[in-house]
């Protein structure tokens, strides 16, 4: 993998970990931006989200399916189940690195359907 995309997955493995604080002191440019519609701006609200999230997910499985890097730019698709048998998500997190830190992150998610009409399903 790239240094970018190493940084983007470990990242995403330590925030799943419970790991948040260390995550962000690790990788995340504070000064940065983020883009997520249910978070206020700025990083610090983010990392607070998540550190919400953990608690009320605290043994959710979280998958990356794949990683794309191109110059500056890291994507990852990921499944992630928060509550076996009623809460699964496909999830694509965009970010942007600068000076090998994330600068800016965009998130979009989708539920999994229990019943989809593409046997090819979303993975």
Do not use: C
């Given at each position: ?23 962000y ?69 965009w ?29």
């Open positions: 993998m790239g240094r970018n995309k190493d940084a983007a997955v470990g990242f995403l493995k330590m925030v799943v970990a419970g790991k948040i604080d260390e995550a002191a690790k990788y995340v440019d504070m000064k940065g931006k983020h883009h997520n519609v249910f978070t206020p701006a700025g990083f610090e609200a983010l990392k607070k989200g998540m550190i919400e999230n953990e608690g009320m997910f605290p043994n959710k499985k979280f998958d990356i399916q794949r990683v794309v890097e191109e110059g500056d730019m890291v994507a990852t698709h990921s499944h992630i189940v928060l509550k076996p048998g009623e809460l699964e998500l496909g999830v694509v997190h970010f942007r690195f600068k000076d090998g830190k994330i600068a800016e992150l965009w998130d979009v998610g989708q539920q999994v359907p229990k019943e989809t009409v593409n046997q090819d399903g979303m993975f």
